[in-house]
């Protein structure tokens, strides 16, 4: 194996064992699961830094890791919905080059782009998984797909804010951080 992918795949298990100890960190937890933590920063960051297969390996670890550690077992689809597939949709922040923007504001606007993209892809697996195996907690005559979408948009967008909020920080102070070496501009 080469330096270089040895160094790849070291940062995807760095960033993979901190997302699982953000996520453990909670600033609030859903009743029936989901919460808001910074477990989408390090899945975000090694999106953007190495790439889109680097960020879907990455979020489909922290999802095994989540699922190992306490979860929600209902059916082996929604298993699969609500944790490797919808951390490894997280990865598709890494769809975004931001080496091709010059200015600042450019790389923070894709990189929130980025971001919003990874999220959405999230939520439409826990939206599906809420819709079919958890309509039973919708309030009485609420519509099952309504109640979904609010209930997980409730916990993903200041999840995204926070996540985005990081991340422009760090392009701001430790741009490095989103670069590899060969890509750094000055």
């Not at 929604?78 to 990865?91: I, K, S």
């Not at 039973?136 to 993903?156: D, H, K, R």
Request: hydrophobic share 55%; glycine share 10%; net charge positive.
């Amino acid at each position: 194996m080469d330096r270089q992918r040895l160094i790849i795949l070291l940062e995807m298990a760095m960033m993979a064992a901190l997302a699982f100890v953000f996520s453990q960190i909670k600033v609030f937890e859903m009743p029936q699961g989901g919460s808001v933590s910074l477990v989408m920063v390090p899945i975000a960051l090694i999106a953007v830094r190495r790439g889109l297969t680097a960020g879907v390996v990455t979020g489909t670890l922290v999802g095994l890791l989540q699922l190992m550690t306490g979860s929600t077992l209902v059916n082996p689809v929604q298993v699969l919905l609500d944790y490797p597939l919808a951390f490894a949709f997280l990865g598709l922040t890494g769809l975004v080059r931001l080496s091709r923007y010059e200015k600042k504001q450019q790389r923070v606007a894709v990189l929130w782009g980025g971001l919003l993209i990874g999220v959405l892809g999230r939520l439409a697996c826990h939206f599906t998984s809420g819709v079919i195996w958890f309509g039973q907690y919708a309030p009485e005559g609420m519509n099952v797909a309504l109640y979904s979408f609010v209930y997980n948009i409730t916990y993903l967008i200041p999840e995204m804010i926070i996540a985005g909020v990081v991340l422009s920080v760090v392009l701001g102070s430790a741009s490095q951080l989103l670069f590899p070496a060969r890509d750094r501009v000055a």
